[in-house]
């Protein structure tokens, strides 16, 4: 089963490309579900997270994930230490995903992973593809598409790791500041090189 860790910053085309490598055959693990999943009502990393931050991150009895990020994104710490709570979870719930596709006979498993360098992940595959574009393309997508504001988009940015950071860790580096068809032209051929038939 060939493994591939693909990663991207912040509106950078990343969940267009692992779109296409679904279409292709792959199955794809997306890690911001998992780490959804693991932060559920009743689940232990929820428990760590309000032991860590208070109640203040918690309305009906889920994460408050607004006011969870007006903590994590305005203090280098404070992420720090959320990150090494979640994880930790996601980690293990990605490597259930891994058993569960080879039980079921699976070639090739994408793991779609925001932050595969800052958790350092990047040796755990056999390929790691990054998909970058530059800051301005990323931060106009975040105003007009997820209706951010402009500092907001900076500081999403600014607390991820830099595109020479990601592509230092990657076999492969796509660019995705054009047209969705461009993006998946380059899966395409990456699958071509790569994916054996």
Known sequence: MLRIGLTGGIASGKSTAAARFGALGARVVDHDVLARRAVEP??????????????????????????LAS???SDDHARQRLN??????VIAMGAAADRQARREGVDV????????????????FD??????????????????LRGMTEADAVARIRAQASD?????????????SGRVADLDSQVDAFWALHVPR
């Open 42 to 67: 009743g689940s232990a990393a929820l428990v760590d997270i309000v032991s860590e931050f208070g109640d203040r991150v918690i309305r009906d009895h889920a994460l408050d994930r607004q006011a």
């Open 71 to 73: 903590v994590v994104f």
């Open 84 to 89: 090494a709570i979640v994880h930790p979870y």
């Open 109 to 124: 498993v994408v793991h779609d992973i925001p932050l595969l360098v800052e958790s350092g992940q990047g040796h755990d």
């Open 127 to 144: 390929l790691v593809v990054t998909v970058a574009a530059p800051d301005d393309v990323r931060i106009r997508r975040m105003v007009e």
């Open 164 to 176: 020479p950071e990601r592509e230092a860790a990657a076999d492969a580096v796509l660019d995705g």
